[in-house]
């Protein structure tokens, strides 16, 4: 027998928003959470039991971080898409928008890869089922995206006086190459 | 959790790792109000502070179906309820409040009953006609084992009787504590012994 539900999003509650947040920005990931949840929820009472509750997780977020940013490729962008960090006193926090940000200017799979295996520990093999295409490309494009941050990002030391135009810009510029693919 | 097949978190991804409290209890309650609005949150539940310990409430959209005392086990009590009912179930203190707000009442001495729909699916045959007597047991009065069985037609059947009431998924809402020994003594409660004691002498000071 399954575990009551609560469990589930006790235990994969934190992870699952980590993923979220890094797939779809900060802005959408309380949609994309509560979207993933509620499916969840919903299709809960079928699930195997022993079946891989994080795969199962990660699998719904996929298809709703995919529902959420074919919405957003549709819709102009007017407003910025991540928080300002001139707004952050704590220098942690800083810290994070500046990754969050160079995240969100990272191409669809490196994001994907780096959330689906780093932010809630999926083995590639899974990452690849959920992706399609193999784990070495799964491994390759996390890999990619790894570098392309630490590129980003710099040294360790942290600088909080970045302006925040050029994440924005890269990834508006993104967002016009995929919406002219589809 | 899933062990990683090579390097861990890459240091990093570390300003990431902090765990979010607010926004999960936020999405928390937004997830219990979707999922009662598109009736899919079959079990709710909520844990209570009372003067007999942590109570947990659990109320199905047919009404209040497990009352549950720390001694319990409340996750135990939880995954039985998964088993029994529906493993659909979530902590949305909501669908309680009436139920919490009318037990507030009762320990606070200004209510005498309950005015609640109860949910009886967790109990079945003999044990159902038990709590359906126990029902009927004024506030402030007690029975004893032997009355109880002879009440609802099995003269013969007092232990039966007594595990009724051990069993009873619904305590304090269903008085199974006004059921006492013939001899006058508290005997069992599904709560504990001093669980029982305060809440007869809660009734016999009215």
């Known amino acids: ?182 | 959790m899933i062990t990683r097949d090579d390097e861990d978190l890459p240091g990093l991804l570390a300003p990431l790792a902090r765990t979010d409290e607010l926004a999960l209890a936020r999405l928390h309650s937004r997830l219990a109000q979707s999922a009662q609005r598109d009736g899919i949150l079959d079990v709710a539940f909520d844990i209570r502070d009372t003067p007999v310990g942590g109570l947990l409430l659990a109320a199905t959209e047919a009404g209040l179906v497990r009352v549950a005392y720390a001694g319990e086990d409340h996750d135990s009590v939880l995954a039985a309820l998964a088993a029994a009912v529906s493993p659909r179930i979530l902590r949305a203190p909501h669908r309680v409040e009436e139920a919490a707000r009318q037990i507030d009442e009762y320990f606070a001495g200004t209510r005498t009953h309950f005015d609640i729909p109860l949910d009886f699916r967790l109990s079945h045959g003999f044990r159902r006609d038990v709590l359906s007597h126990l029902s009927g047991i004024a506030y402030g009065q007690t029975e004893s084992y032997a009355q109880v069985a002879r009440a609802v037609g099995n003269p013969g059947a007092v232990r039966a009787v007594g595990s009724a009431c051990a069993m009873n998924p619904l305590p304090v809402v269903v008085p199974c504590h006004r059921v006492v020994r013939s001899d006058g003594s508290a005997g069992g409660y599904v709560g504990g012994a001093v669980a029982k004691r305060i809440l007869l002498t809660l009734e016999s000071a009215a």
């Open chain 1, 1 to 182: 027998m399954n575990p009551p539900f609560e469990h589930i999003v006790g235990r994969h509650g934190p992870a699952v928003l980590r993923v979220c947040r890094a797939v779809v920005g900060a802005d959408d990931a309380d949609d994309a959470w509560s979207d993933t949840f509620l499916a969840a929820l919903s299709a809960y009472p079928t699930l195997d039991v022993g079946a891989n509750v994080e795969a199962w997780l990660v699998t719904i977020a996929h298809r709703k971080a995919i529902d959420i940013l074919r919405a957003r490729s549709r819709r102009p962008i007017t407003v910025d898409v991540l928080p300002e960090p001139v707004m952050s006193t704590v220098e942690s926090e800083a810290e994070r928008v500046d990754l969050e940000r160079a995240i969100a200017a990272l191409p669809d799979k490196q994001r994907q890869t780096i959330a689906y295996h780093y932010l809630i520990g999926l083995p590639y093999a899974e990452v690849a089922q959920i992706l399609g295409g193999s784990a070495d490309a799964a491994r390759k494009a996390a890999s990619e995206g790894i570098n392309a941050l630490r590129v980003t990002l710099g040294d360790p030391s942290p600088r909080t006086d970045r302006p925040p135009a050029q994440a924005q810009q890269q990834r508006q510029v993104q967002q016009q190459r995929q919406g002219q693919q589809r």
